[in-house]
């Protein structure tokens, strides 16, 4: 088990462009979660999948912001159009999906800077 | 409306000494409780949770917390505090009716341990 991971760990970019980050939950873990994190704050929650089904996503999540997980692995959080306010780190978790008492376990996060 | 207070945005305590940090919730019936730590640059790192039971739960890295349900608080608390302990701690609940199992975040509380 190696845990949560993301790739990249940081992302520069110019405003205006895309971005996509990937996570790679805990294998038998089917559920998948998307924060964002801005400093100094808690997380604040953008979207979730249980396997592949994507049920509930945040008021926060634009028309810009695109999630999947197409085969009920890994996860990928599109950002089109750029722009600075979207400047956060993107942290994802896994959990188990046996009882709303299981802890979720998270990744090290995707920080993105935008210009 | 569902809230996590942490109500100190900084701690300070000398190594050696007992730690509290604090949380209060305003969540309707009875919650599940978790505790996460995150270091710098780092993600979230699941310290310990409050289902149901004894009052006091004990975690990872000597933290323990007490569940206080007249006082709607779930304080995290440390006999001897570490250098290591220096970090980000925020506290999280989930409305046990909730099927989306969502986390609600404090707003989180910088401790610090001083040699």
């Known amino acids: 088990d190696t845990g949560v991971s993301q790739d990249p760990r940081h992302k520069i970019t110019k405003r205006g462009q895309n971005v996509t980050f990937r996570c790679d939950p805990i294998?038998?873990?089917?559920?998948l979660y998307w924060y964002r994190q801005t400093l100094g704050q808690g997380p604040e929650f953008l979207t979730y999948?249980?396997?592949?089904?994507?049920?509930?996503k945040s008021r926060l999540l634009s028309d810009r912001f695109s999630a999947e997980r197409p085969k009920g692995s890994f996860s990928t959080l599109e950002i089109q159009r750029t722009e600075q306010g979207d400047s956060a780190m993107y942290l994802c978790?896994?959990?188990?999906?046996?009882?709303?008492?299981?802890?979720?376990?998270f990744g090290p996060g995707t920080r993105l800077t935008v210009l | 409306a569902q809230s996590v207070a942490q109500p100190e945005d900084q701690v300070n305590v000398a190594e050696g000494n007992p730690l509290t940090v604090k949380c209060t919730y305003s969540?309707?019936?009875?919650?599940?409780l978790f505790w996460y730590v995150q270091y710098p640059n780092r993600g979230l790192q699941f310290l310990l949770k409050y289902i149901t039971g004894d009052n006091l739960v004990k975690g990872s890295y000597g933290f323990e917390a007490e569940f206080n349900k007249s006082q709607t608080s779930f304080h995290l608390k440390k006999p001897s505090a570490l250098v290591s302990d220096s970090a980000l701690y925020f506290c999280a609940v989930r409305d046990r009716r909730d099927s989306n199992y969502q986390l609600i975040w404090g707003a989180g509380t910088k401790l610090i341990i001083k040699p």
């Open positions: 999948f249980q396997n592949e089904a994507q049920l509930e």
């Open positions: 978790a896994s959990s188990f999906d046996r009882g709303s008492h299981n802890e979720q376990f």
């Open positions: 969540v309707s019936g009875n919650p599940y």
């Open positions: 294998s038998e873990h089917n559920r």
